[in-house]
């Protein structure tokens, strides 16, 4: 029977089919506006350290940033393809629809054999949800932020390992194999998401063998060899890994525990729900206790999977100890497969779910996306300014570097062609107290820098010493190579002074 001629013959199915229509609407009025080039500030590092790559500089020892290379390499291609970082934007602008998409495909298999008025009932509850969790996601990650777009690559894996063949088939894991290398290539996290979306969905040990194992084997031995060729790979254990699981790891460990401790601090994914939407976050909620009660009613066996599952996703939202909102989004894809796992399981659970995600659709956090275009519209039009004028005080003077004295959120250094000294190159007061190498390497730039640049009306975190030194010996006055310039408002250029 059509979808026409259900709604006909069940009118109360009117509800949740207007309610899909409107999810899907609110879908794509996000995949438009991710498509208008609005960047959270945490991208503007991600471009500088992919410009230093072009520059020849290498990650982690010349420019220093708490991400995976990954993020750093899809960033070099979108500024050789596109001079910026519309490629990061195109993904993640597609990423907004494969989350919905890939909720439907996980729970197409388990609706096909249901009767009418279930059968059409759990289709659109699926595009509900699918709809829903897309929203939170880029609510919490858009813009940008590279988690949404990891999240879109493990539901892909999920729906191709939820429907691989019982023979090993080549395409198949090597498909998977360059899913699990791009999705843990941009936030290591994901590797936690992966094996739990896999441990939630799979039918036997050889299925796991062959669609997890082998393909994740393959992924880190394709993953080392790539590190070695690009000359990543001694960086990347040596300083990135070394201060990831050290400093990074142990920062907050007073104030949220010690690493495994924080896969149990769930409350922090549930209250992280609840301020987006209240309903949404009941959903979860009925979600999760819907796939304990029908794990334990299975076997206790089955109920120490999920648990482990469970326990994997809430580990890797707090891996860094961070608790930012876009790192909730680790979990999405485990809920996405729970939801469509529950389909048909619990009947008064399923129908409390779907009535809240229905609410969810109507009350949740919305955006004023016109005012946000407007607002980068702005910002943007400030930091290229920046960005022009930093680089054209440079070719003309011969300079090759220049040392940005600027906080986080305010970064020019994005739209330079000219790469700022480093490792560290944003006065993230934690990064540079997270190893001795980076204070030193700070105080040999400082010294021999022609060009700083500041930000009126923002404090730095130059310690004392570091203040005394710049006042001392540099100035606002050019020096003759720089040409006629204004200042970048509020961005100033200081000048190291000339040696009569």
Known sequence: MSLSGTLRRHPWLVVPAVAALWGVLLVLQRFFFELQGTLNDDVYAYLTVSRGILNGLTPYEDLFESKPPGIFLLGVLSIVFFKGPFLLKLLEAASVLTIPLCTFFLAQPRIRNLEEPQRTLWLLASVVAGS?????????????????????????????????????????????SFLFLCAIGLKE??????????????????????????????????????????????????????????????????????FFVRGLLLQRTFLNFFDFSQAFALAVTFVVLGNILASAKRSLRALGILLVALYLLFLAVGTGGDFYGHHFVFAVPGFIVLFALLINQQRIIGWIIILLLLVATIFHVHVNYREKVEWWKERKAVLTRAAETIDGV??????????????????????????????IFIQFNRFIEGSETYEKRFREALFETPLLVLCEGQETNLTDSSKVYINENFTFTPPACAGAFQQPVPYRLVFRKQTE
């Open 132 to 176: 829903v969790f897309a929203l939170y996601t880029f609510a919490m990650s858009g813009e940008g932020l590279v988690e949404s777009l990891g999240a879109a690559l493990c539901l892909v894996a999920a729906v191709l390992f939820d429907r691989a063949p019982q023979h090993r088939e080549r395409w198949h894991i090597t498909l998977l």
């Open 189 to 258: 996290p994901f590797l936690l998401v992966l094996l739990a979306t896999a441990l939630l969905l799979k039918r036997s040990g050889q299925h796991l063998l062959s669609y997890f194992v082998i393909p994740l084997a393959i992924a880190g031995v394709v993953g080392l060899i790539a590190l070695l060729l690009f000359g990543y790979l001694k960086p990347y254990f040596s300083v990135y890994l070394v201060h990831m699981f050290g400093y990074h790891l142990g920062q907050l460990s007073d104030a949220n525990g010690s």
């Open 394 to 423: 440079m070719d003309r003077c011969g300079w090759e570097r220049y040392l940005h004295v600027v906080n986080k959120g305010a970064g020019a250094f994005g739209y330079t062609t000219h790469s700022p000294y480093g490792p």
